[in-house]
């Protein structure tokens, strides 16, 4: 198992950036395809970004390609989420999911594990 805490959301300008991290417990962190997911209000969770464990290959939502960056630290047991050129429609709560051995492929279903979200806000 894995446990997963995100950190860096808050209020950022149009066309500004921000940096979240995603905090994983347990040594067994770079078997586990990590993504970004987000959810506006009144709105259904949507797939961001992911990266998987074996070959930290990446996939990004149309949405935020070229204005986002997925990575990950195995040493630190950290996944980090780099958003520039960050547009009011990208306000969000953005949560943190892993899935043992995977692709770090879009849909929710594959990820066992989530956080419990940071808050990113972006005001025009």
């Known amino acids: 198992q894995v446990q997963v805490v995100e950190s860096g959301g808050g209020l950022v300008q149009a066309g500004g950036s921000l940096r979240l991290s995603c905090a994983a417990s347990?040594?067994?962190?770079?078997?586990?395809?990590m993504a970004w997911f987000r959810q506006a209000p009144g709105m259904e969770r949507e797939f961001v970004a992911g990266i998987s464990w074996y070959s930290s290959t990446t996939y990004y939502a149309d949405s935020v390609k070229g204005r986002f960056t997925i990575s990950r630290d195995n040493a630190k047991y950290t996944v980090y989420l780099q958003m520039n050129s960050l547009k009011p429609e990208d306000t969000a709560v953005y949560y943190c999911?892993?899935?043992?051995?995977?692709?770090?492929?879009?849909?929710?279903?594959?990820?066992?594990?989530w956080g419990q979200g940071t808050q990113v806000t972006v005001s025009s």
């Open positions: 347990g040594r067994t962190f770079s078997t586990y395809a």
């Open positions: 999911a892993a899935d043992a051995y995977g692709a770090g492929t879009p849909g929710s279903e594959k990820y066992d594990y």
